[in-house]
């Protein structure tokens, strides 16, 4: 079974902190994705990686970058982090092209104080 | 941009009940998948449809392709309380998976 393992179920940061989620897989998947889920908003693609120190803008970008230096390891990174960026954030990764199923970590609860 | 439309987006069923919830798209998809997410977790792969037309099992659950490949179905046979949860359609866009909004689950015993 593939497993996708995400650093931290949740975690508690403040304003203006610089905060990293990691994401490990251990299928040897070449597409790994980061998404937000909130109430009401649905699956949310932040970035997505294609291969090893590549990185795509997915929908909502904006006050998070990405670091693939691996090709198990996918992070995300909020800049300076801000109350809404308040979020379940949610790693994925895939093998083969866009149709292909993703695979889910379990998830990372993160509040912004 | 692609979209798709779940329905119901929520559900309240007895125990024992039969459920169907759609998936619809304004573009052809060449590709569904269905996924269910527990309270607290991540998504999890229930099915994944390749085929206008083709129709498969998972345990309860049986997932159609649409044959004008813009729709999906999934149905859940005597419903049980782990059922509950929400329930994810999902096809190929560009560059990505395009989920719908979800269809929310909800069991009493």
């Known amino acids: 079974d593939v497993k996708v393992t995400q650093s931290s179920r949740y975690l508690v940061k403040r304003t203006g902190e610089k905060v990293f989620l990691e994401c490990v897989q251990d299928?040897?998947?070449?597409?790994m994705f980061w998404y937000r889920q909130d109430p009401g908003l649905g699956l949310r693609l932040i970035y997505f990686?294609?291969?090893?120190?590549?990185?795509e803008k997915g929908d909502i970008p904006e006050g998070y970058s990405v670091s693939r230096e691996k090709k198990e390891r996918f992070s995300l990174i909020l800049e300076s982090a801000s109350t809404n960026q308040t979020s379940m954030y949610l790693c994925?990764?895939?093998?083969?092209?866009?149709?292909?199923?993703?695979?889910f970590g379990d998830g990372t609860r993160l509040s912004i104080l | 941009g692609q979209q798709l439309n779940q329905s119901p987006q929520s559900m309240f069923i007895q125990e024992g009940e039969d459920v169907s919830m759609n998936c619809t798209s304004s573009?052809?998809?060449?590709?569904w998948l269905w996924y269910k997410q527990d309270p607290g977790e991540g998504p999890v792969l229930l099915i994944a449809?390749?085929?206008?037309?083709e129709l498969t099992s998972n345990g309860r659950l049986t997932a159609q392709f649409g044959i004008t490949r813009k729709d999906s179905f999934l149905n859940i046979s005597a419903s049980i309380p782990s059922d509950v949860g929400i329930y994810f359609c999902?096809?190929?866009?560009?560059?990505?998976?395009?989920f719908g909004q979800g269809t929310r689950l909800t069991i009493n015993p």
């Open positions: 999902a096809g190929p866009g560009a560059q990505k998976l395009v």
């Open positions: 990686s294609y291969d090893v120190k590549m990185k």
């Open positions: 299928m040897d998947h070449e597409n």
């Open positions: 994925a990764s895939s093998f083969g092209g866009f149709g292909q199923p993703q695979h």
């Open positions: 573009s052809i998809f060449n590709t």
């Open positions: 449809l390749y085929k206008a037309g």
